[in-house]
């Protein structure tokens, strides 16, 4: 799966997606694939903040329990509770119906430290 | 295998309950007849559970390498011990002294093994034994009037470790590991400061490695003012060779359903003594016994963690291990451990990919990252099963991808060591030639390959009966 080009990208593997002054947080399919099947989600709470790079919630594989860490500081406005009964989706849609919170940007410069789509390619494939 | 509910057939049952003969007042709405309880005979009950037992596979059945579980041999004698009728008492009886004097002298083995000052054997476990130890280290920065936050713990550790100290109100901060397996010390340095209690490491850890720069770790936590805590679930390799006190830990847990060759998993009890130095005796768990075998408190202990003085049981069966080997038995079973760890690992790196191609202590870590047509840990594992072995510890430490973490323990002989040896080899040529075969495995078991997600997505954990 393509790394779309329209969002930007952490070295822990999660991306966002800005609308205004909202970004939706998701996994990337890089993360997914590595993870296995996805079994559940724990979905922050609304409300809460976080700091960049800071542990937004868990999600829990076959294989494992992963925390999945914040791109950016902020505090979380909406969670995607279709995931509460559709962990599968993390897998099937990373970057679209499986994304997992927004967040109210606190401060955009949080931005300028992610990568674009063309960055974290390069640095997936050095991973590999 | 069918359930007990499903075997049922009602007026087969071996006993009757009688008539309630007492008097009782519960009200009429709140009484039952409808558990719909099985109904077997005498005869099909035995055989249900023997043939459960049958399906069973324990150390008692076969090679069972679970690494970072030390799933050992339990010597029979410690049974012989635990049975002993003079030890059928309760801890309120006044005639248990015998039993005091087995806690108090078993404290002072503990301690002369690990070179601690003090003991206590209230832990119930590994996890309580590390929620115990971070008490103590909140409970002794207090008494010097500090309140510190965090608390270091690297990025191979169980993950009861950040668990235990996240319960103690700390807050979990991670370090790397080193290209060589160990702690990386200038990711230590940077995250050491005044508002870190201390670290909680595992030695040899988790990777099977000994971590060379040890007395530079505790002397760099040290420096900032913080303890350190060791997890000692890896006490095997050490035992009668290095002693943690001598590396700079202040604090430890034993499991001795680990090291100390007591029942190991099934949910049964265990047993995690908590050791520390001099400094901080005064705060393990109130009441501790001693040598006149008479209970004491302290005032600055962090209370009782326990009913009673632990899983009395454990203890005892410990204590029956250590007097049986001896301090000669001990250093033996340490090497042993060693020896046969490092013997696989020789072997299985010429097949598996081996990330730290280094000397281990009693466990090494291979993965899954050489093997062709996307034969996973997973395929693997199931495939053991087959050949009549335990699988392997999979997918841990997860520093790892697709890790098989083993440890062969110190009983097993080299026949043992070899038959698993041949068993992983000719699993890499199927993996080449019937990968097929190996993403169905296991085939000799009562039921094949579980659907692992859907088990975990739709968890059904109750059972129903089919006219409901």
Not at chain 2, 127 to 147: C, P, V
Not at chain 2, 408 to 417: F, R
Request: glycine share 8%.
């Amino acid at each position: 799966m393509e790394n779309p080009i329209d969002l930007k990208y952490s070295k822990d593997h999660e991306w966002i997606k800005i609308e205004e002054d909202v970004a939706i947080v998701g996994i990337t399919d890089y993360a997914q694939d590595k993870l296995t099947d996805i079994v559940f989600v724990e979905l922050p709470q609304i409300g809460k903040y976080v700091e960049q790079y800071e542990n937004l919630c868990v999600v829990e594989s076959v294989k494992s329990v992963s925390d999945i860490f914040s791109p950016i500081s902020g505090k979380v406005v909406e969670v995607n509770k279709v995931l509460e009964e559709s962990p599968e989706l993390v897998n099937k849609e990373p970057f679209g119906g499986g994304w997992i919170a927004k967040l109210q940007i606190r401060d955009k410069a949080d931005l300028e430290k992610l990568m674009t789509s063309e960055e974290y390619n390069e640095f997936i494939t050095g991973k590999e | 295998m069918k359930l007990l509910n499903e075997k049922s057939k009602m007026g087969s049952g071996s006993f009757h309950i009688r008539e309630l003969d007492i008097k009782t007042n519960i009200p009429k709405g709140l009484q039952r007849n409808d558990l719909n309880l099985p109904e077997l005979s005498e005869v099909e009950t035995v055989r249900h559970y023997t043939n459960l037992s049958r399906s069973n596979f324990g150390v008692d059945n076969g090679f069972y390498p679970l690494g970072s579980c030390t799933m050992k041999y339990n010597p029979r004698i410690n049974e012989v011990v635990a049975k002993l009728p003079e030890f059928n008492i309760h801890p309120l009886s006044k005639n248990h002294k015998g039993a005091l004097q087995i806690i108090y002298e078993l404290e002072k083995y503990l301690c002369e093994i690990t070179g601690m000052h003090a003991f206590s054997t209230q832990p119930a476990a590994g996890a309580h034994g590390e929620l115990t130890g971070t008490m103590i280290m909140k409970a002794y920065l207090r008494k010097r009037g500090e309140e510190r936050t965090t608390v270091i713990i690297p990025d191979s550790a169980h993950g009861t470790n950040p668990s235990s100290v996240s319960l103690c109100g700390f807050r979990p901060v991670q370090v790397k590991s080193s290209t060589s397996g160990g702690i990386d010390l200038d990711d230590l340095r940077q995250k050491m400061n005044t508002s870190v209690a201390g670290i909680m490491i595992t030695n040899p850890n988790t990777l099977g490695i000994f971590d060379d720069n040890i007395l530079e770790i505790t002397k760099i936590v040290h420096a900032c003012g913080g303890l350190c805590y060791l997890d000692g679930a890896n006490m095997n390799p050490m035992l009668g060779i290095v002693k943690p006190a001598d590396f700079g830990i202040d604090i430890m847990h034993l499991n001795l359903h680990k090291t100390f060759s007591t029942p190991h998993g099934g949910g049964g009890p265990g047993a995690g003594p908590v050791g520390v130095i001099k400094e901080l005796e005064m705060f393990l768990p109130n009441p501790r016994v001693n040598e006149k075998l008479e209970f004491v408190q302290t005032e600055e202990s962090i209370g009782r963690i326990h009913s009673f003085y632990g899983n009395f049981g454990i203890l005892l069966r410990a204590y029956s291990y250590i007097r049986a080997i001896g301090p000669v038995g001990l250093r033996k079973v340490a090497e042993n451990a060693v020896l046969n760890a490092n013997y696989m690992k020789e072997k299985l790196k010429k097949h598996y990919h081996l990330r730290y191609d280094r000397i281990c202590q009693h466990e090494f870590v291979i993965d899954d990252s050489l093997m062709p047509n996307n034969v996973t840990t997973n395929d693997i594992a199931k495939r053991i099963i087959d050949f009549d072995f335990h699988p392997p510890t999979i997918y841990f430490p997860l520093i790892i991808q697709g890790a098989m973490m083993i440890e062969p323990t110190e009983t097993e002989t080299k026949e043992n060591l070899d038959a698993f040896i041949e068993t992983m080899i000719r699993i890499v040529d199927e993996a080449k030639n019937e990968p097929q075969k190996l993403k169905k495995a296991p085939f000799n078991t009562p039921i094949g390959r579980l659907d692992l997600v859907r088990a975990a997505r739709k968890s059904q954990l109750t059972w129903c009966s089919p006219e409901t």
